[in-house]
């Protein structure tokens, strides 16, 4: 099955400075790329998502590259923010049943 | 309206007792999930339902039951469970099941087994 691989698992940034999250998935037929934000006892939110025949895609703060070649992808945070402290997961999905696997997480830690 | 509701939002509950969690969307959505997540883990995937249907079972042991009585509602029965099952457990729901469509969670039940 799919194995997804996240680092950090903790990152602290400085309010204003940029947060880089990698992962790597193991199973090349794999297509859809979303990343969810945990905060504290809340529900998983979709933050942003790519699909495999795209490279790179924005909104606002954050950005998501995927290098299929390579079976990594990764989130870009600019101007970091304290309300963008949270645990933030990679996934990686294929094909008709959507089995979404996880990463392991990274807890963003932004200090004002 | 992008909300799918839960309840109860914590359950405790004994080794012998039988509890059912619930899972509501109004969204249209053909797919709903059962995940279970335990402290500083990923959401784990637990059972698929898509059109009412049971899709995958992630070999979860039979201590829980899945049930779809109709497109809106999903429910998981619980028996005889254990400590080491006490998690929060997300129900979800998206608009199919192929891969791609975007996967709506709900706030959760968090169960603590004594």
């Known amino acids: 099955g799919e194995n997804v691989e996240q680092h950090p698992s903790t990152l602290s940034v400085q309010e204003g400075d940029s947060a880089v999250i990698k992962c790597t998935y193991s199973?090349?037929?794999?297509?859809?790329f979303p990343w969810y934000k945990q905060e504290l006892g809340k529900r998983p939110q979709l933050i942003i998502d790519i699909r495999s025949n795209v490279g790179e895609k924005k909104d606002q703060r954050i950005a998501v590259t995927l290098n299929k070649t390579a079976k990594h992808f990764s989130l870009h945070i600019t101007e970091t923010q304290p309300e963008d402290s949270a645990v933030y997961f990679c996934a990686a999905s294929k094909g008709g049943y959507q089995k979404v696997t996880f990463g392991t997480g990274t807890k963003l830690q932004v200090i004002p | 309206d992008t909300e799918v509701t839960q309840t109860p939002k914590h359950l405790v509950m004994g080794m012998t007792n039988k509890k059912s969690l619930k899972c509501e969307q109004h969204m249209g959505h053909r797919a709903m999930y059962w995940y279970k997540q335990k402290a500083k883990k990923p959401p784990e995937l637990m059972f698929v339902y898509s059109y009412e249907k049971l899709s995958i079972n992630e070999s979860v042991p039979s201590r829980f039951s899945p049930e779809c009585p109709n497109s809106s509602l999903l429910n998981l029965h619980l028996h005889a469970l254990q400590p080491e099952d006490s998690a929060l457990y997300l129900c979800?729901?998206?608009?199919?099941?192929?891969?791609?469509?975007?996967?709506?969670f709900g706030e959760g039940s968090w169960l603590t087994v004594v």
């Open positions: 199973d090349s037929a794999s297509n859809y």
């Open positions: 979800a729901s998206s608009q199919e099941v192929i891969s791609g469509n975007t996967i709506y």
